[in-house]
T-cell receptor
Framework: DTAVSQTPKYLVTQMGNDKSIKCEQNLGHDTMYWYKQDSKKFLKIMFSYNNKELIINETVPNRFSPKSPDKAHLNLHINSLELGDSAVYFC?????????FGQGTRLTVV | DAKTTQPTSMDCAEGRAANLPCNHSTISGNEYVYWYRQIHSQGPQYIIHGLKNNETNEMASLIITEDRKSSTLILPHATLRDTAVYYCIVRDVNDYKLSFGAGTTVTVRA
């Protein structure tokens, strides 16, 4: 029973398309995150939500729009995809500092 | 805004202890030391955290110096499956931001 699950695991799409990545956690955590890991392997925080409210937005282009319908879900919608958006995107949840990560979504924009 | 300094890489022999250092000279009183690791192509995995006392769990031990300016993660009997990037993170437990630096790439060799 996966604690933090993301779908899809792989996503290949053309430039200009709009796509969504879904994330669900069954840990009862209040805080959820989206991270981007590019080809240089740096993990960069994009967004943090606490109790469905946006807490952190790390100067991410507004083409990226997170949506939290409830505490257990934090989805990431990306408009007008660009080549530079190709990366692995990780969702995570945490409570009191200890975070659990999903297995990642590898997004390839062609 | 790196709060920690870690060696870029280190090698370890299988079956031996791996000692991973981390400097965090500007750590404040409310901040904990967290360790995560990322095995290739997987999401980061929580290992251990501590405030000032040494901590041990089934994965590792964490030794924090008395002045809290540095710490060491100890993997007591490294296996090939411990090959990963290890991240040392300093963070207030109530802080919503969980930021990753470059980490230490640990390679366990047979």
């Amino acid at each position: 029973d996966t604690a933090v699950s993301q779908t899809p695991k792989y996503l290949v799409t053309q430039m200009g398309n709009d796509k969504s990545i879904k994330c669900e956690q069954n840990l009862g955590h209040d805080t959820m995150y989206w991270y981007k890991q590019d080809s240089k392997k740096f993990l960069k925080i994009m967004f943090s939500y606490n109790n469905k409210e946006l807490i952190i937005n790390e100067t991410v282009p507004n083409r990226f729009s997170p949506k939290s319908p409830d505490k257990a879900h934090l989805n990431l919608h990306i408009n007008s995809l660009e080549l530079g958006d190709s990366a692995v995107y990780f969702c995570a949840s945490s409570q009191r500092g200890q975070a659990f990560f999903g297995q990642g979504t590898r997004l390839t924009v062609v | 805004d790196a709060k920690t300094t870690q060696p870029t890489s280190m090698d370890c022999a299988e079956g031996r202890a791996a000692n991973l250092p981390c400097n965090h000279s500007t750590i404040s009183g409310n901040e904990y030391v967290y360790w995560y690791r990322q095995i290739h192509s997987q999401g980061p995995q929580y290992i251990i955290h501590g405030l000032k006392n040494n901590e041990t769990n089934e994965m590792a031990s964490l030794i924090i110096t008395e002045d809290r300016k540095s710490s060491t993660l100890i993997l007591p009997h490294a296996t090939l499956r411990d090959t990963a990037v290890y991240y040392c993170i300093v963070r207030d437990v109530n802080d919503y931001k969980l930021s990753f630096g470059a980490g230490t790439t640990v390679t366990v060799r047979a």
